[in-house]
């Protein structure tokens, strides 16, 4: 019953900027790491940046930092993304799910649900 809405994906120039959004239902939602992935056409999907229930701890992979950022309100059971100075590299599409976070490890939990993701393209 675990629902995870994304949202804010579309098409974007390099170097332009994006908001994703992903409304959860379904579960106590400051109780659980989240995070976000992407799936690029012939790649697997990765983990792109993940947040801890308290907003303490976050995780970026090495191609996004300085350009994404993560960010939650609990108040509203929404998981955010900034996306600034996109490169094409980025088009993929993005999902959100619940996550085991530390300092150097963010790996979806095994036991939850993908939501349907967002589409980003990111044109040269």
């Known amino acids: 019953q675990v629902q995870l809405v994304e949202s804010g994906g579309g098409l974007v120039q390099a170097g332009g900027s994006l908001r994703l959004s992903c409304i959860a239902s379904g579960l106590k939602f400051d109780a659980y790491t989240m995070g976000w992935f992407r799936q690029a056409p012939g790649k697997e999907r990765e983990a792109v940046s993940c947040?801890?229930?308290?907003?303490?701890?976050?995780y970026y992979v090495d191609s996004v930092k300085g350009r994404f950022t993560i960010s939650r309100d609990n108040a509203k059971n929404t998981l955010y993304l900034e996306l600034n100075s996109l490169k094409p590299e980025d088009t993929a599409m993005y999902y959100c799910?619940?996550?085991?976070?530390?300092?150097?490890?963010?790996?979806?939990?095994?036991?939850?649900?993908w939501g349907q993701g967002t589409q980003v393209t990111v044109s040269s």
């Open positions: 799910a619940p996550v085991f976070l530390s300092a150097t490890i963010c790996r979806k939990l095994p036991n939850k649900d």
């Open positions: 947040i801890s229930g308290g907003s303490v701890i976050t």
